[in-house]
Structures are given as structure tokens and as C-alpha cells.
């Protein structure tokens, strides 16, 4: 499974730092940082998700209020949101 991150998107309200470790807190910047992502295109972080850690990761991108994170499973279809 993977994840990508919108940093342009995001608004910094961390709700998804709560639900998966895999999201950190940039307080300066006012935005999360998805650990371990690569930069797949400007400000569009992507990252593998750990097997055991999918629930959360897919939890971190529901609560996202302004859709700033998307899950997708390995053949690229998009799960959540
Ligand atoms: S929940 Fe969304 S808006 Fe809030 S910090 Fe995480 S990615 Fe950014």
C-alpha cells in the first residue's frame, strides 16, 4: 500500500500525526512531514506503508479534513479518500 501527502494541501491541523506514526509535526512550518516519503512531484511526498501499519495510515487519511492524504493499494487504485 502507499501514501502520498500534499503538502501544499495540508493546513497543519495534525489530526493525522494522532493516527499513524508515519506522519510527524513540522510546527514551524505549520504542516505534517510523512516520514520517510520521497518527493514524487512539487510539495507530493510518497511513501510504501508497512503491512501492519495500513489501518492507521488509512485512519490518518480520513481524518484529514481537507483531503491532503490519499492511500492506494498496489495496483494504484485509490482507497481512501
Ligand atoms: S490532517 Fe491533513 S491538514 Fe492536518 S496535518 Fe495532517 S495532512 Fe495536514
Redesign the pocket.
Known sequence: MQIE?DRDT????????AEWDG?EKDEDAG??VLLDGEEADSDTFVAEVPTDEELDAKFAAR????D??SVYDDDGERLVP
Do not use: E, W
Open positions: 501527502f495540508c493546513i497543519g491541523m495534525f489530526q493525522c500525526v506522519f504542516k505534517a481524518v484529514c479534513p481537507v491532503a492524504i
